[in-house]
């Protein structure tokens, strides 16, 4: 069964230092999502992107984070200076063309930032 | 922001009989409503879908209904299994409005099936 990837499992970083967090959708998919989930807190929406550009973005979202999707497999979420609250489980997501069609979700990123 | 809100954080039920998880929203431009379920150190897995047209809608042990005046749902697990323990979270988007489809979660309740 076709599956969400990410990678690494955990990143541990230090404040102010750049951070890649890497995904790879289900292949036939073209929606693609990053969420964050603070400890203890719910699931929030950071991104979506579709066709090579973001469709939409949260406030969180600010002008630290970046997505790309630079080979046609891989999906990226860029984090430039990394501060304390960005310590979370980020989570990567794809769909299909609807947007009826379920996400699914990969097993998730733990950032820890010191 | 509390679109979507999931006022129970726990629940424990006994193997065998129904569990109850339930969801309230305020945004009545939802009309997509997911349920996920997920274990810890894991990404939430995808359990059971309803659109606003429908009212209930049923996969194997899992049945969702969707009470749109109320706006409230409900996922009902019948029986409960041990290894339904985890936490549940509802999801919900505008589906119709909003091609992106980002989803908005609920805050999770704890399930905790005993044998």
């Known amino acids: 069964e076709p599956e969400v990837t990410q990678t690494p499992s955990h990143q541990v970083t230090q404040m102010g230092q750049e951070v890649i967090l890497r995904c790879v959708p289900i292949s036939n998919h073209l929606y693609f999502y990053w969420y964050r989930q603070i400890l203890g807190q719910k699931v929030e929406f950071l991104v979506s992107?579709?066709?090579?550009?973001?469709?939409?973005k949260s406030e969180i979202f600010d002008d630290q984070f970046s997505v790309e999707r630079p080979d046609g497999s891989n999906f990226t979420l860029k984090i430039r200076s990394t501060k304390l609250e960005d310590s979370a489980m980020y989570f990567c997501?794809?769909?299909?063309?609807?947007?009826?069609?379920?996400?699914?979700f990969g097993p998730g990123t733990r950032l820890t930032v010191l | 922001d509390q679109q979507v809100k999931q006022n129970s954080p726990s629940l424990s039920v006994q193997e065998g009989r129904i569990s109850i998880l339930n969801c309230d929203y305020t945004?009545?431009?939802?009309?997509?409503f997911l349920w996920y379920k997920k274990y810890p150190a894991e990404g939430p897995t995808f359990l059971i879908s309803?659109?606003?047209?429908?009212d209930k809608n049923e996969d194997g042990r899992f049945t969702v209904f969707l009470n749109k005046s109320a706006k409230h749902l409900s996922l009902h697990i019948v029986p409960s299994q041990p290894g339904d323990s985890a936490v549940y979270f509802c999801?919900?988007?505008?589906?119709?409005?909003?091609?992106?489809?980002?989803?908005?979660f609920g805050q999770g309740t704890e399930l905790s099936v005993k044998p």
């Open positions: 992107f579709y066709n090579n550009e973001i469709s939409e």
């Open positions: 999801a919900a988007s505008e589906a119709l409005y909003n091609q992106g489809g980002k989803l908005i």
């Open positions: 997501a794809s769909r299909g063309l609807l947007s009826t069609d379920t996400q699914y």
């Open positions: 945004n009545s431009m939802f009309d997509y």
């Open positions: 309803i659109s606003s047209i429908k």
